[in-house]
Structures are given as structure tokens and as C-alpha cells.
């Protein structure tokens, strides 16, 4: 999955427009600490979160969600196009490494947030999914390896018994593995206590374990509103809108646009 923050470059929202974290892609194992980084680098500001993202890892939505929480910030399903480039594009990636901003205009037509990505939005403090956008679940895959590990250890003997003195790995391989398609009571428990935790039902964990890892699950609009996966009726643009930097006060994730902003 990748982060990156993004201004809005939406027509009319000069001199002051809102800012975003655009979250697109798989999550994988290295995501939490990816996000951690980006909240890093923007300080104490609460910016919003616009995902896309197919699912991936169970353990790092989970721990992606808890930081969202703990930073009390406002997720909504939707997709960021950058007016000057896209993410894919090398010279895209190459310029944000210099730290230069992105412009974007934020959409909820196409976006999705299946898998485990209903369990990263379920760390919102807001949380919103448009009519246009997809939400959908299913039952969690589970995969388990097998790994042979070979020692080698030296003993002596002490008082007349053996006691080991040193154990070194010499070598480790696969010898296998398998997948199981059904949620443990274990990780049914877990993901129940977190969706708790985050003022969520678990009506959410039921519908994953009924529909089958290989099928999808759209949550309707009025479903996710009854099970609290999310809190308004509304899309990406009630966070990322112009509107939303012309209240008084303006709303946490606006900040002025001026000429240095050009350079």
C-alpha cells in the first residue's frame, strides 16, 4: 500500500484547500510501518484518509486501524487522481522523494475497500462510503508454513550431566504448507474484540465467515450504517471538498495556498 499526501486541486478552492493521506493498494505486512513514517513526517496535523485497497494482511489492518484511532483520524472509500502524475510513474515516485507536493482530486466512482480494508476503515473516527464506492467482505484465508530447522549444539559435561553450551542454526527450509478457507474461533474472537474496541459490530466478522474466500460480499449502504462500519451517509467529498475549508472554523485539514506553493 502507498502514502502519500495530496492537495486538493479542485477549481475554486484557492486561497485555501483541503489536504488529505491517499492510501492505495494491497496491505501488506510492511504497511503499518510505511503509514507510521507518513504520520511521522506531517506532524501533529489530523488529515483525513482516502483508501482504495483490494485487503491483504488481517494483523496489519488491524494495527493500521489502532494508529488511525490513536491519531483520531476521518477515513472515507475513495480513489485520489493526481493532476501532474500518477503514483506508478517513475519520475512520479522520483519526485516525491524530493518532497514535492501532489495535487489531486479526490472521487468515490470505482473505489473499493474489501477484505481486510473494512478493518483498517473501521479505525475512523468518521467513516464514510459513497454510493459509487464498493465496501465488501469475506471469509479470511489462512496460510501456514512448515520450516525444518537444523542445529548444531555443543555439550559438555558438568558434575556428571550433559548440558548444552551452545545451539547455532545451520540451516532452515520449507518442507511445505497448507491453506485453510474457515476463521478460527481464536481470529473470530480477535477481530470481534477490535471491532469493540472501535465502536463497530461484529455483525461485520458474522458476514465474513458466511461468505466464501472466494466470493465477495457487498455491505449495503443502510447495512453498514446498522453494523457501524460507517457513521454518515456520504462520500470521500465530505471530507476533501472545498466546502469543508469555508466554515468557520475551517475544517482541520485545510491550509492556505500561497505562492511558495508554486516554487
Request: charged share 25%.
Amino acid at each position: 500500500m502507498q502514502f502519500f499526501v495530496v492537495r486538493s486541486g479542485q477549481p475554486g478552492c484557492e486561497p485555501t484547500c483541503a489536504e488529505w493521506i491517499s492510501a492505495e493498494g494491497t496491505i501488506v505486512d510492511e504497511s503499518p510501518a510505511l503509514f507510521k513514517k507518513l504520520l511521522k513526517s506531517i506532524g501533529d496535523r489530523r488529515l483525513p484518509i482516502v483508501v482504495t485497497s483490494p485487503g491483504g494482511n488481517v494483523d496489519a489492518a488491524l494495527s493500521i486501524g489502532r494508529m488511525i484511532r490513536a491519531r483520531q483520524i476521518e477515513v472515507a472509500v475513495g480513489k485520489t487522481r493526481l493532476i501532474d502524475c500518477q503514483p506508478e510513474q517513475e519520475d512520479c515516485i522520483d519526485r516525491d522523494r524530493q518532497g514535492a507536493r501532489r495535487i489531486g482530486i479526490a472521487y468515490s466512482g470505482d473505489a473499493y475497500c474489501n477484505s481486510a480494508c473494512p478493518l483498517m476503515l473501521a479505525g475512523g473516527t468518521l467513516r464514510v462510503v459513497g454510493e459509487w464506492a464498493f465496501l465488501g467482505v469475506h471469509q479470511i484465508t489462512t496460510t501456514y508454513v512448515q520450516i525444518e530447522t537444523q542445529y548444531r549444539a555443543k555439550y559438555r559435561v558438568v558434575n556428571g550431566k550433559k548440558t548444552m553450551t551452545s545451539k547455532k542454526v545451520v540451516s532452515r527450509r520449507n518442507i511445505g504448507g497448507y491453506k485453510t478457507y474457515e476463521m478460527s474461533k481464536e481470529t473470530e474472537r480477535k477481530l470481534k474484540s477490535y471491532l469493540t474496541e472501535m465502536g463497530v459490530g461484529g455483525a461485520v466478522v458474522d458476514l465474513m465467515k458466511i461468505t466464501p474466500a472466494a466470493d465477495i460480499r457487498k455491505i449495503e449502504p443502510v447495512a453498514m450504517l446498522e453494523m457501524k462500519l460507517t457513521t454518515k451517509l456520504g462520500g470521500v467529498e465530505l471530507l476533501t471538498s472545498a466546502e469543508v475549508c469555508r466554515t468557520v472554523p475551517a475544517a482541520a485539514n485545510c491550509r492556505l495556498f500561497t505562492t511558495l506553493d508554486l516554487e
